[in-house]
């Protein structure tokens, strides 16, 4: 495999198709770049590698099967943060400065939720 710096779409697609390597063994090392160069670029504030390897998953199932997965299938992308990573960071310094009032609580009770929705496919298109 060719590495991250120099890698192009079309080469994707045809290595992925080809079956050079999976779209899994890609997600890994697009992941593992990505949280080694974070502490220099701090380019990201939330990571989310269950999801990225469970659609992986799906594009080499599609492969495996003989099924056309898509133009950009198996391609890694990042996400800007949305204002629902912007809710639990400030959810985190809430907890932490004043962590035994009743606002503290509520938003203790709420963070289940708001890991959530950052997290779902659609909360970038909610906000």
């Not at 949305?82 to 310094?93: E, F, L, S, Y």
């Not at 939720?113 to 659609?122: D, G, Q, V």
């Amino acid at each position: 495999m060719k590495s991250l710096e120099t890698i192009t779409v079309d080469s994707i697609r045809e290595s992925l198709l080809g079956k050079e390597f999976s779209a899994v063994a890609l997600t890994k090392l697009a992941l593992l770049h990505a949280e080694t160069e974070n502490p220099k670029t701090n380019a990201y504030l939330t990571f989310c590698p269950d999801r990225a390897l469970a659609a992986a998953q799906e594009v080499d199932r599609k492969i495996a099967a003989g099924d056309d997965p898509g133009p950009l299938a198996g391609v890694p992308v990042a996400v800007k943060d949305n204002k629902w990573n912007d809710a639990i960071r400030i959810g985190d310094v809430i907890m932490r400065e004043f962590p035994n009032t009743r606002i503290a609580q509520e938003v203790r009770e709420k963070m289940d939720l708001l890991r959530k929705r950052a997290t779902e496919p659609t909360a970038a298109a909610a906000t």
